[in-house]
């Protein structure tokens, strides 16, 4: 079945340093990939996506690429924010009984960003 | 706006009582999911729903039951057979079941269900 492994947090950084957390699946087929933001007491808000191979996702300064040949896509961000601090989950979609598409998380990454 | 609406934001249930939270959308979305999140887990499917009248079980489908009645909600009742029903439940609908595997899929804000 799908899969995904992210990596373990929390993750300490401080503001404006490089951020990267990795995220690897298992899927067959095609599935796509995204990156979802929890902030404290929220529902998940949708960061980025990328529907196939090669593709780059991007949204308020955070990148990941979809690389098929290492089954990765790895959350990056040149220079974090205070308010960047959140719970980051990498999810991919696959198809389920009659058509539609069932999201697979990670366990999720605490990131907390310090001045 | 758009979105979804869970109710209440926080619940608390006495042990052999069964509770029903809450899931409205207003985006026009045929689809519909709950799933349940524990700390350290990530997020797990519940229940989903891809039209009027139907529903299927997901991965962790037990001690909990759904409806889908109308297109716009979807409440999830979680029952006294649920042996851990503390945690956090989210619900999420997407644009349509035949749209293939890219549809992203929008989140409400969340119900903690504490059983006391």
């Known amino acids: 079945g799908n899969s995904v492994t992210q990596m373990e947090g929390p993750v300490t950084l401080s503001e404006e340093a490089f951020l990267t957390i990795n995220c690897t699946y298992t899927?067959?087929?095609?599935?796509?990939l995204f990156w979802y933001v929890q902030y404290p007491g929220e529902g998940l808000q949708l960061l980025l996506k990328a529907t196939k191979a090669d593709d780059k996702g991007s949204n308020k300064g955070f990148e990941a690429t979809y690389r098929k040949e290492t089954t990765s896509f790895h959350l990056e961000k040149g220079s974090v924010q205070v308010s960047d601090s959140a719970v980051y989950f990498c999810a991919l979609s696959g198809s389920i009984t009659g058509g539609g598409n069932k999201l697979t998380f990670g366990t999720g990454t605490q990131l907390k960003v310090e001045l | 706006d758009g979105g979804i609406t869970q109710s209440p934001k926080y619940l608390f249930r006495k042990e052999g009582q069964n509770v029903t939270l809450s899931c409205e959308q207003n985006?026009?979305?045929?689809?519909m999911y709950w799933y349940r999140q524990d700390p350290g887990q990530g997020l797990r499917l519940i229940y989903y729903s891809q039209i009027v009248n139907d529903f299927q079980k997901g991965d962790i489908a037990e001690g909990y039951s759904v409806s889908r009645e109308k297109k716009e909600s979807f409440p999830l009742t979680v029952t006294s057979a649920q042996k851990n029903p503390t945690a956090f439940y989210l619900c999420a609908s997407s644009s349509g079941a035949g749209g293939g595997n890219y549809n992203e899929q929008f989140f409400g804000p969340g119900t903690r269900l504490t059983v006391l």
């Open positions: 985006l026009n979305h045929d689809a």
């Open positions: 899927a067959t087929g095609y599935p796509s």
